[in-house]
T-cell receptor, first 119, second 111 residues
Framework: DTGVSQDPRHKITKRGQNVTFRCDPISEHNRLYWYRQTLGQGPEFLTYFQNEAQLEKSRLLSDRFSAERPKGSFSTLEIQRTEQGDSAMYLC?????????????????FGPGTRLTVL | GQNIDQPTEMTATEGAIVQINCTYQTSGFNGLFWYQQHAGEAPTFLSYNVLDGLEEKGRFSSFLSRSKGYSYLLLKELQMKDSASYLCAVRDMTGNTPLVFGKGTRLSVIA
């Protein structure tokens, strides 16, 4: 396994459309995180999973956003009725809670991101 | 509340040493991370500190003072490829918590 992967890498959509992004974490990692990053800012936390359970959601995650990790492996992030303010880079990261695999101290490793542009 | 401060931009010369500072105010503390992010790419992990002191990893070192809420990232023998944003991030509780990131410091390495 070479790392966290995300698909698509770029998405352009019209306002009001729904979009879905996928994240495949490092295979031995049980934790998966979604962040959003806009230009000139650091990543902002959206939500995270431990295995299939969604344990925390940021107040940034409005009702239009939903995330799933049905089998504790890959995750999807869906945005309904997109708005121009949703334009950002959506980053996925994974980590291991048990000190296994690549990381130490639950280090998060990021995927390449999905850049969303809402017209 | 949570607040992480780092300088917005820095410029340094190829071959030199640069220190990027980070101060933080969080409700708790369980580790500080430094990430490097090239334009348009994902953050990549550089270092982790949870105890006071210096952690060295090749040309990169990171220092932490918990009592002062302060960290720095030291880059030695700067190379042009080190031009990137450097993100300071804090995990403010034990266990299952995400990272809180600063806005990043954009470093430009010039010849």
């Amino acid at each position: 396994d070479t790392g966290v992967s995300q698909d698509p890498r770029h998405k352009i959509t019209k306002r009001g459309q729904n979009v879905t992004f996928r994240c495949d974490p490092i295979s031995e990692h049980n934790r998966l995180y979604w962040y959003r990053q806009t230009l000139g800012q650091g990543p902002e936390f959206l939500t995270y999973f431990q295995n299939e359970a969604q344990l925390e959601k940021s107040r940034l995650l409005s009702d239009r956003f939903s995330a799933e990790r049905p089998k504790g492996s890959f995750s999807t992030l869906e945005i309904q009725r997109t708005e121009q303010g949703d334009s950002a880079m959506y980053l996925c990261a994974s980590s291991s809670s048990g000190g296994q695999g690549l990381g130490v101290a639950d280090t998060q490793y990021f995927g390449p991101g999905t850049r969303l542009t809402v017209l | 509340g949570q607040n992480i401060d780092q300088p917005t931009e820095m410029t340094a010369t190829e071959g030199a040493i640069v220190q990027i500072n980070c101060t933080y105010q969080t409700s708790g503390f369980n580790g500080l991370f430094w990430y490097q992010q090239h334009a348009g790419e994902a953050p990549t992990f550089l270092s982790y500190n949870v105890l006071d002191g210096l952690e060295e990893k090749g040309r990169f070192s990171s220092f932490l003072s918990r009592s002062k809420g302060y960290s720095y990232l030291l880059l030695k023998e700067l190379q042009m490829k080190d031009s990137a944003s450097y993100l300071c991030a804090v995990r403010d509780m034990t266990g299952n918590t995400p990272l809180v990131f600063g806005k990043g410091t954009r470093l430009s390495v010039i010849a």
